[in-house]
């Protein structure tokens, strides 16, 4: 079955520990990207990454860290998380170029506090 | 930039009631528009999306959108609401293959509640 499977689904944790939560696709995407989203907010863009070694800044990105050592993986790092940072975080998968539809594919969400 | 704005935060219809979901975006160029889903706990499911062609377009679950680029909108409607249909629903506009990626800009949601 095609999925994004995201781990943690929930976690609790305290200001300053660093956290990792990891992100897997089975569908050869290229593209990868971390949204949170927060009430009243929508959807906000963290980081993307067009392909393996290759991440940029989406909105968001302050507090936050990405890699792309795998096509298939895009952890998202917390190096010292902060109370601001709670929140639900979607990580999301696509192909790009002349097979590409736009449509992302999303997992079914990190819920984060941060005590 | 793009942006994406959906006006009403909440909404209640009766089951078996029409629904009309608003949504106004900007984008300089011609967008690519999507509307996505999100049950209770779950994460965002494709809707229906438009490219280009023909401005009405059908989706998933009954749901239907129309293009209209005259005013920059792309309102999402059912006939007949289920229960089911219970969710938030976020539109979001992309730049497509030709520019940042896939990064899609969402609206803040709308929150819809079915009465029985």
């Known amino acids: 079955e095609a999925q994004v499977t995201q781990n943690p689904r929930y976690l609790i944790t305290v200001t300053g520990k660093k956290l990792t939560v990891t992100c897997s696709q089975n569908?050869?995407?290229?593209?990868m990207s971390w949204y949170r989203q927060d009430p009243g907010l929508g959807l906000r863009q963290i980081y993307y990454s067009m392909n393996v070694e290759v991440t940029d800044k989406g909105d968001v990105p302050e507090g936050y860290k990405v890699s792309r050592k795998e096509k298939r993986n895009f952890p998202l790092i917390l190096e010292s998380p902060s109370p601001n940072q709670t929140s639900l975080y979607f990580c999301?998968?696509?192909?790009?170029?002349?097979?590409?539809?736009?449509?992302?594919?999303f997992g079914e969400g990190s819920r984060l506090t941060v005590l | 930039a793009q942006s994406v704005t959906q006006p009403d935060i909440h909404i209640t219809v009766s089951e078996g009631a029409s629904l009309e979901l608003r949504c106004n975006y900007s984008y300089g160029a011609t967008p690519y528009l999507f509307w996505y889903v999100q049950s209770p706990g779950q994460g965002l499911q494709l809707l229906l999306k438009y490219f280009s062609g023909d401005t009405l377009v059908q989706g998933i679950k009954g749901f239907e959108a129309e293009f209209k680029r005259s005013q920059s909108s792309f309102n999402l409607r059912k006939p007949s609401v289920h229960w089911s249909d219970a969710a938030e629903y976020f539109c979001a506009v992309g730049a497509g293959i030709t520019g940042g990626g896939n990064k899609l800009t969402f609206g803040t949601g709308t929150q819809l509640k079915v009465e029985l």
């Open positions: 569908m050869n995407h290229e593209y």
């Open positions: 999301a998968s696509s192909l790009m170029g002349t097979l590409n539809t736009g449509e992302l594919f």
